[in-house]
């Protein structure tokens, strides 16, 4: 057995030629594809993992209060601040929570 992982590592260690082509667009693109799957996979095993914590916590009979908005707006400056008035004026008079976030600090 230590044989085979040995003669294995040789195989990754010494350098064979390819005899083969793979030009730049393919490459960057078989790149992205393995990358994108990656990040699909981790982000599935992350979902999985919260929704197994949270069935336990159900279980468990325990809930986590966090206090949300249902609405979020985000504004990149205080040039927007026009488009976004009347929307949050009509909001907070029908009593709805929403959150108004700016990267702006005259905003």
């Known amino acids: 057995m230590k044989f085979f992982i040995f003669i294995l ?33 981790l982000f599935f095993i992350k979902s999985i993992w919260y929704q197994g914590i949270g069935f336990f916590y159900t279980l468990a009979g325990k809930t986590h209060h966090r206090e949300h908005t249902s609405l979020a707006f985000y ?10 008035k009347p929307v949050l004026a009509a909001l907070s008079e029908k009593g709805e929570p929403c959150t108004y976030l700016t990267s702006d600090e005259e905003d």
Not at 9 to 37: C, K, N, W
Not at 75 to 84: A, D, I, L, R
Request: hydrophobic fraction near 45%.
């Open 9 to 41: 590592l040789l195989q990754f260690i010494i350098p064979t030629p390819a005899y083969a082509y793979l030009d730049p667009g393919t490459g960057s693109m078989l790149l992205s594809a393995m990358i994108g799957i990656l990040a699909t996979l």
């Open 75 to 84: 504004c990149e400056g205080k040039q927007y601040w026009n488009t976004f």
